[in-house]
């Protein structure tokens, strides 16, 4: 990975929390309670080395013994390396230091020399009490010799080595030689001396081994040429000697610019422990962090726009934060990276919509990248930033995507079309005036082979003509002669009830019936020939086609799973994926398009009985229109032969399935009402059909403004707090960003955002005792959830007259949750307290338990004293959110999820909404389900509910319920999931909400 680079700035943190986890005992194995202590202490051991270990083929104690004693060079490292990875997973090499300190401390080989520290760096160099082995003095020597090595890299593995030891008794008599170093005339040496002279400065007693380290340190990095020496040493003045530091950088402003990315960064790593001491100060760094904004290094540029943001809340900041982000977000071609920075785009959106908005169109740019996550994500964070300002340019640039993906040599352009049109029809909806910039376009990929994508557009264009009148009359023109390219039946479907509702004028009508007709071509669908065949009679001359042989694959797709039954045992679910029908059975005879008998003769009656509804439609209409009852009637028998032609079509071996019932009731009814009308049915077939359709877009237009309102509202202080007026505040010895910056905090302060309090009483749900009060020690913990870990906060009293030694809170985990840190031990005086806080990371969504004890020691009992800790429960409902998603995805993954939870209704409650509202607040999910379908009082409700957690896991939720003749409520609560845990963890938390007490 190249220095300096994003790539290398997330790789260095995941080793560092790698080693960290490691060093902390998880990756080794942590304390765990129960253990015996000498397994624990085995396992807590400090690791600064991670090999990996084949323990098929394990090394024998005698071989490597013989490989150490012998001659061969090549032998004796084998043989060390073997012993290091023996010794590194816990097993043990009887008297191998003594074999090591005759045989392979005086070897000259720079391998042996570097796998002999490595070896060193591994093993006890203590016994139990604490106290320096007796035989650790016998390297000493050869250490300080190594130090005073003629080449460089003997003495740099040397320093590198030091700086990992812990014992001063080691260290001490190797100082001198340490110090020399510095000036040695290699740059390996000398970045490796200073590392060894601020790890010797850091132990108990350095201020006593090395008291004027910082000077010294200080001296030679105003001299220093190479670039990692320097970021050594003032890394070393970060850590030990802050002021030293700050002094230095003070000093030096006008050449932080034209230091290295190495030291750029540990500068803004001291800019910010700086600004959260003295909050007052950060001012003068500000400049600091803004002129290295223009760094060559990019890793130095991502840093300094998320300290900037961290410090700053001045616009002018937050604008510099974010052309630097939008800046990362072209230059960089990895895909990972490109991501992070959406996310830091995102939070800036977050809480600086105001500045953001500016930078839409930069953002747009990032469409460019051909991943599909990298524009799903930028167009989630460009919907949220539209204004009427700069809604024209943000659909000029959506329009020229979409022409884009017309190019059918690159992959997932379908996908990608489908999430155009689906943010398009959001600016549509939000700004309507731009529709008829759009909708034109739009109609182009009705038949897209695309199924979503086509979808989308005809939901689109439904709902445009509707809030739109005035694009009713281009929209109806342009969708009848777009009509023969639908591929889709579900597509077919929503575009003949477009066809059905929307053409009000006498030449709509007519030209509605006229493409319908044309559409199925002539009648009747199938013919019998002589030698009994059943042929398609408008089949092309020259290709006669047997409808037996017409391809399956034209209508649907049957993909089988396995799905949960009400015993628990599987079974094979089928879901339908409907995909576009074949070309070449889209024209008859004469070149006639018959996109709508293609689809038919597949068996899709569903689509036949939407053609029923349609062509009643029509024809009521019509005869609203027309006096002359010739043409309403010849119009009327031609749907009426279409409509039996459909019902002989599904009673007929040709389909490979017959006609649903469902399909031949409505398509009955029509026939029914052609025959004889009656003004009732007029109204409701004419009318109220169509008032249906506003009343659920006003319903999701209300939907939406209330959670637009919820997201404006803003908190507030008291009315008595004291606010800052801009033209009023003081503007002496402040520059332009500093004056912005207190004017901002201000607006902070007085919006509340300085003094937010959490809910009270939410925050004492979250103290759980863990001991009774009658313990010797009291421990209660408050815990803190954020989204990827836990924070325990527990507070340790006590109750005893006695000295509490080696106290440790030992704690272990059930689920996906993981220990982070060794518990440390501690000394606790009589009727005091401690705070000690343990960090636990989560990686699921899944219901988890912490469970542990508290070990002591007193001065009255040897044996150590253990008090069980109570369990902590960690809830669900910290994890998932309410979310919204289309009815189509909603059943798409109900299809794809194969883990369901079934949980029986068994609950007090007697109305049904009731009900689905404590579910709702129970469950923190959102209704799926239309207001205006919940209205009324049937005694049944069936309605979706869904939610998404943290980790981008999906929770589906169908509840399904009835009034039975005793009042009670009875039904399933059916829960799907990709994973198990989120849906048995669901599944736990209904069934024990539900009751409803």
Known sequence: VEEGSLLSLFFGH?????????????????????????????????????????????????????GLEGSDVNRKVDALKKAIMVLLNGESVPHIFITIVRYVLPSEDHTIQKLLLLFLEIIDRTDSHGKILPEMILICNNLRNNLQH??????????????????????????????????????????????????????????????????????????????????????????????????????????????????????????????????????????????????????????????????????????????????????????????????????????????MVDMIMDVLRALSSPNLDIRRKTLDIALE???????????????????????????????????LVQAIHSCALRFPEIASSVVHLLMDFLGDTNVASAMDVASFVREIIETNPKLRESIVARLLDTFYQITSSRVCSCTLWIIGEYCLSLAEVQSGISTVKQSLGDLPFYTIAEDGEIIDPIAPKGQPQLIKSLPTSTGTVSSRRPAVLEDGTYATQSAAFETAVLAPTLLGAGGTPTNLRAILLTGDFFLGAVIACTLTKLVLRLEEMLSSSVTVNTAAAEALLIMVSILRLGHSSVPTHPIDDDSYDRISLCIRILSSPDDIMRKVWLHTCRESFVKMITDKQLRETEETKVKAQISHVQPD?????????????????????????????????????????RALNRVLQLTGFSDPVYAEAYVTVHQYDIVLDVTVTNRTNETLQNLCVELATMGDLKLVERPQNYILAPEASKQIRANIKVSSTETGVIFGNIVYETTSVVDRNVVV???????????????????????????????????????????????????????????????????????????????????????????????????????????????QGIALSLGDKITLKQKGS
């Open 385 to 419: 930033l539209i204004t009427p300002r700069n809604i024209d340019e943000v659909v000029m640039a959506l329009k020229k995507e979409v022409v884009k993906t017309q190019n059918k040599e690159v992959e997932k352009n379908g996908e990608y079309r489908q999430m």
């Open 150 to 355: 003629p080449n460089e890299y003997i003495r740099g593995v040397t320093l590198r080595f030091l700086s990992r030891l812990n014992e001063a008794e080691l260290i001490e008599p190797l100082i001198p030689s340490v110090l020399l170093n510095l000036d040695h005339r290699h740059a390996f040496v000398r970045r490796n001396a200073v590392l060894a002279v601020m790890s010797i400065y850091k132990l108990q007693q350095g201020e006593q081994l090395l008291p004027d380290a910082p000077e010294l340190i200080e001296k030679i990095l105003a001299t220093e040429q190479d670039l990692s020496a320097r970021r050594n040493a003032f890394l070393m003045l970060f850590n030990c000697a802050q002021q030293v530091a700050v002094r230095h950088l003070l000093s030096h402003l006008e050449n932080v610019s034209d230091w290295g990315g190495l030291l750029q960064m540990v500068v803004l790593e001291l800019i910010r422990k700086v600004c959260r001491t003295n909050p007052g100060e950060k001012g003068k760094y500000i400049k600091i962090v803004i002129s290295l904004l223009h760094s060559s290094s990019t890793a130095v540029m991502y840093e300094c726009a998320g300290t900037l943001v961290s410090l700053s809340s001045a616009p002018t900041a937050i604008r510099a934060a974010a052309n630097t982000y939008c800046q990362l977000l072209l230059s960089q071609s990895d895909n990972n990276v490109k991501l992070i920075v959406l996310d830091r785009l995102q939070e800036l959106k977050a809480s600086y919509r105001e500045v």
């Open 721 to 761: 707090d004291l606010i800052d007026f801009y033209h009023l505040k003081s503007r002496k010895g402040m520059s332009q960003l500093e004056l912005e910056d207190e004017v901002q905090d201000d607006l902070k302060r007085a919006t509340g955002d300085f003094t937010k309090d959490a809910d009270s009483k």
């Open 869 to 979: 800790l109570n369990d902590i429960h960690i809830d669900i409902m910290d994890y998932i959110s309410p979310a919204v998603c289309s009815d189509v995805a909603f059943r798409n993954m109900w299809a794809e999820f194969e883990w369901e939870n079934k949980v029986a209704v068994n609950t007090n409650i007697q109305d049904e909404k009731e009900f689905l509202n404590h579910v709702v607040a129970s469950t923190n999910m959102r209704c799926l389900t239309a207001l205006s379908a919940l209205e009324g009082d049937c005694g049944f409700l069936a309605v979706n509910l869904y939610a998404k957690s943290v980790f981008g896991e999906d929770a589906l939720v169908n509840l399904s319920i009835e009034k039975q003749q005793d009042g009670k409520l009875a039904g399933y609560i059916r829960i799907r999931s990709k994973t």
């Open 14 to 66: 995941f080793c560092f929390w790698r080693l960290f986890l490691c060093r902390e005992g998880s990756l080794s194995g942590g304390g765990r309670p129960g253990l015996p202590r000498s397994i624990a202490a085995e396992m807590e051991r400090p690791c600064t080395l991670l090999i990996h270990f084949d323990k098929g083929t394990p090394a024998l104690a005698n071989e490597i013994k013989e």
